[in-house]
């Protein structure tokens, strides 16, 4: 079993719609959650940065994070087609190394 | 300014061919990542530096992969005698020095290497 579970999707949506995506993961050490965005044929772009549990918003983006049930989430408020990409999240403990889910892959239908 | 790039954005590559892969980091960033990508998966840790200091090549899957960054800026990233398996998309990270968003890590676009 991987260190972070994240459904591949793929997922569609109408514009305007709330998007929603999240990540179980089972190390219990994890204390920094992101999210990525990853167009196609580009690297990841960072989009959200948590520390520990709480809520973070930024813009149209929220961020969840659960650390009593190891679950974080990402809303996508008002999405727009171009929102369309595949989303990362991503985590790690103290040290450097980033652990990401599989990524979920995102439409946004016009 | 400018962000991390890598040379080439694509390669390919006959099995047992030797490559390697450039990664130039964000000006003054002194961390510096390589991941390893494949098609439907989320990227994979291979090795960390600090400056020219090879940290944790823990990720690095074989012998036939190596890394270095001999100035402490720009790395390469080298595999020997490549094999089908090594066919992925081969991103580089960087991140800037502080305590503010410790390890905060700026992707380049990445090469994707096809091993034939």
Known sequence: ?110 | GAGVSQSPRYKVAKRGQDVALRCDPISGHVSLFWYQQALGQGPEFLTYFQNEAQLDKSGLPSDRFFAERPEGSVSTLKIQRTQQEDSAVYLCASSPPGTGRPYEQYFGPGTRLTVT
């Open chain 1, 1 to 110: 079993q991987k260190e972070v579970e994240q459904d591949p999707g793929p997922l569609s949506v109408p514009e305007g719609a709330i998007v929603s995506l999240n990540c179980t993961y089972s190390n219990s050490a994890f204390q920094y959650f992101m999210w990525y965005r990853q167009y196609s044929r580009k690297g990841p772009e960072l989009l959200m940065y948590t520390y520990s549990s709480g809520n973070k918003e930024d813009g149209r983006f929220t961020a969840q994070v659960d650390k009593s049930s190891k679950y974080i989430s990402l809303f996508i408020r008002d999405s727009q087609p171009s929102d369309s990409a595949t989303y990362l999240c991503a985590m790690r403990s103290n040290d450097y190394k980033l652990s990401f889910g599989a990524g979920t892959t995102v439409t946004v239908r016009a």
